[in-house]
């Protein structure tokens, strides 16, 4: 990871992109044949003006992504017309399904086969991709899913940015299970956030989720592609002979197979023992499989979360962010403090597992959480901070970009 | 001696969970008989099924690479595996609620991009697992559990569906006819490309209890009687084959 990433000359989003965003179209759609790249195989080290979509295309190719399956739906389409180009020339396989659960199903089929694999949509296939992600946490599943949010409920405004599917990305599919959700506020971070969400992905064999937007999905700024031995990338693990479906470490991750390898795999969503035998009668194998499950993700919850801190030494006012708001909050924090107000950021990468601990060791007396919804991640703050910290939720529910003008007055006043 | 097939099975999960009558194990071992006389490598075959009873014949049966999914989604899941790894050699085996139900949508379109799995149809023209409901192959006028006044609806010709879909191979048989059957699933595992088998198989629990049918042999006899060759079928006057169901290769 970049550790010298130039925060503080970051340009607040309005006045990059949502020029274009309000005129319903693309400035520019350069091909990828304009673009100064090497397209075979893997793209040269080096720095690229891309959009956001291009950028998560980019990182996922170079985290060994080697499968996508997708529908089309705004504002996330780049993504799979990206991979459509770039997958063949990497030796990968595209294909286009005929809606969202049939991609999230043949990418689960192809992770078994062997992929790694990724998907892209938006809320309203995110919500039909619902029961294959329970079914993808409960069979273990490594697999990335981008969510380019976009304002809703239902067709909402397919182009207008939103970060409404912050709950329904949690929540969605049926039961008692955790996820892992990362949150990119630049260009910079869709690249090496989805090489890290692959790498969680493996790492704890769980569907792990880009929350985009499409402001940032469609913003450009200039990526900088590191060498090749300057970001990990984890391969998956394996064990012949398995088990491949639990260890007796209530947080621990069993490694995996591939179908072709002679394991005889079993695998299936109804409960089942670390071998794959369903076992749907027994409350203990539930019990365990449930509590393994939750405890993998929660209990290596501070190993997973990523965050970063702004003046928040001496800060009294905490603004808490994530992804594109994160950057007017940015602005809005440097202004508190030229008028004398000691404020901070606290921008959350990782926004599931929610980060309680940290949230809770802030020592502020007010914390504002400014949100593209009606306050979704503000509840989270709000249960996890301590008792004496004032939490303000600052909403945009208009699918216009948060400014910071909007952050600084709630601050201010 | 040991029975031949049994080294295709995971023997600790016998017996079966069908009920007495029921053509699920039936269709069970005669897709492992044509399997055994193609000679195929069984540790590389992919079996995936969605849910319902139809769902349990490969999973946790074979002995082989098993993916036992969301209901109505089997094929989906085996493009997804089949697409990644060429290599396999991958059967979706699944019920007629689950294939063309809720997962018709993906059947059509299997069959339209030719995807290169083989797709058994376990039909018994109900929903068996959740208790007898009307499906979309059951008969106008029969009775279930959701339709006690008699179905108001037409059902699926499913090789119909497929063939029109572009599927290249496309047969019918019953847990009844055997011999034909295991002809057709060894045609359809050799063929490159979409192939589709509709192979009936009664559910006496809850088709037969609904239709007040007396018994499982009454009901597997009736079955018998209820199918007539295609070639016989184009021979006959239609009002003569009027409710019957057509077996044979539609497409080969
Ligand atoms: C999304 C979803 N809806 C409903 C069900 C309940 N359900 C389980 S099996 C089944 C029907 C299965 O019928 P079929 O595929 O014909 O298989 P059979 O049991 O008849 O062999 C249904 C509706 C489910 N498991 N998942
Ligand atoms: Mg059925």
Not at chain 1, 57 to 80: L, N
Not at chain 1, 288 to 307: C, G, P, S, V
């Amino acid at each position: 990871m970049r550790q010298d990433a130039p925060y503080f000359n970051l340009p607040t989003v309005r006045t990059v992109c949502c020029i274009h965003l309000s005129r319903g179209e693309r400035l520019f759609a350069p091909t990828i044949n304009d673009m100064n790249e090497n397209l075979n195989g893997d793209i040269p080290p080096g720095e690229y003006f891309w959009e956001g979509n291009e950028a998560v295309a980019e990182g996922a190719i170079r985290a060994g992504c080697r499968f996508f399956a997708g529908y089309p739906i705004s504002p996330s389409i780049e993504i799979m017309e990206r991979m459509s180009n770039r997958l063949p020339e990497a030796g990968g396989v595209f294909v286009q399904m005929e809606d969202e659960i049939a991609s999230l199903g043949a990418v689960i089929g192809a992770v078994w086969a062997g992929a790694k694999a990724m998907t892209a949509t938006s809320g309203p296939g995110l919500s039909l991709m619902a029961e294959n992600i329970g079914y993808a946490v409960m069979t273990e599943t490594p697999c990335v899913i981008v969510d380019v949010q976009r304002v809703g409920p239902s067709t909402g405004q397919a182009t207008r940015p939103y970060s409404g599917d912050m709950m329904q990305v949690k929540w969605c599919s049926s039961s008692d299970y955790q996820i892992i959700a990362l949150s990119p506020w630049s260009i910079q971070e869709m690249y090496e956030l989805t090489v890290q969400a692959f790498n969680l992905a493996e790492t704890y064999r769980v569907p792990v989720f880009i929350m985009s937007d499409a402001a940032i999905a469609h913003l450009r700024e200039t990526c900088t592609v590191p060498g090749m031995d300057e970001l990990a990338v984890l391969d998956r693990r394996k064990s012949p002979g398995g088990p491949h479906f639990g260890t007796d470490d209530p947080r621990g991750v069993p490694p995996m197979a591939s179908f072709g390898e002679g394991e005889a795999l079993l695998i299936t969503g109804s409960t089942h023992d670390e071998f794959g035998y369903r076992k749907t009668q027994d409350p203990n194998i539930q019990k365990k499989l449930t509590t393994r499950l939750n405890e993998k993700i929660l209990r290596n919850a501070d190993k997973i979360a990523q965050m970063e801190e702004y003046l928040t030494g001496d800060a009294d006012t905490v603004v808490v962010a994530y992804g594109i708001a994160a950057r007017a909050a940015l602005a809005a924090v440097k202004q508190a403090r030229n008028r004398g107000v000691k404020a901070g950021l606290l921008r959350l990468k990782t926004v599931w597992p929610f980060p309680e601990r940290t949230i809770h060791s802030l020592k502020a007396r007010r914390i504002f959480v400014p949100e593209m919804n009606r306050g979704q991640i503000a509840q989270e703050v709000q249960r996890s901070a301590r008792a004496n910290t004032a939490v303000f939720s600052i909403t945009r529910v208009d699918g216009e970009v948060i400014t910071p003008g909007e952050i600084l007055e709630a601050v201010l006043s | 001696m040991e029975h031949k097939l049994k080294k295709y099975l995971r023997t600790e999960t016998l017996p079966t969970p069908f009920c007495p009558g029921c053509g699920h194990g039936i269709l069970m071992t005669n897709i492992l008989r044509a399997i055994d006389e193609l000679e195929l490598d069984f540790r590389n075959m992919l079996f995936v099924s969605g849910i319902g009873c139809a769902g349990w014949i490969p999973s946790p049966h074979y002995k082989a690479d098993t993916l036992h999914v969301t209901h109505g989604r089997p094929i989906a899941f085996a493009t997804g595996a089949k697409l990644f790894n060429p290599q396999l050699k991958v059967m979706v085996i699944s019920g007629d609620g689950d294939l063309a139900s809720i997962g018709g949508n993906h059947l059509i379109h299997a069959a339209r991009r030719d995807t290169d799995i083989t797709v058994i149809c376990a039909n018994n023209e109900i929903y068996g697992m959740t208790g007898g409901q009307v499906s979309c192959t059951t008969g106008e006028g029969t009775y279930t559990s959701t339709t006690m006044g008699g179905n108001p609806e037409r059902p699926f010709d499913l090789c119909r569906l497929v063939e029109a879909a572009g599927a290249g191979y496309v047969a019918r048989s019953s847990v009844m006819h055997t011999r034909p059957l295991i002809n057709y699933i060894k045609k359809a595992l050799c063929h490159r490309g979409f192939s589709f088998i509709d192979v009936l198989s009664p559910c006496p629990t809850h088709y037969g209890r609904k239709e007040d049918r007396p018994s499982p042999p009454e009901i597997l006899r009736d079955l018998m009687k209820r199918c007539i060759t295609r070639q016989k079928a184009e021979d006959s006057p239609p009002e003569t084959i009027e409710g019957k169901i057509i077996i044979g290769e539609f497409v080969s």
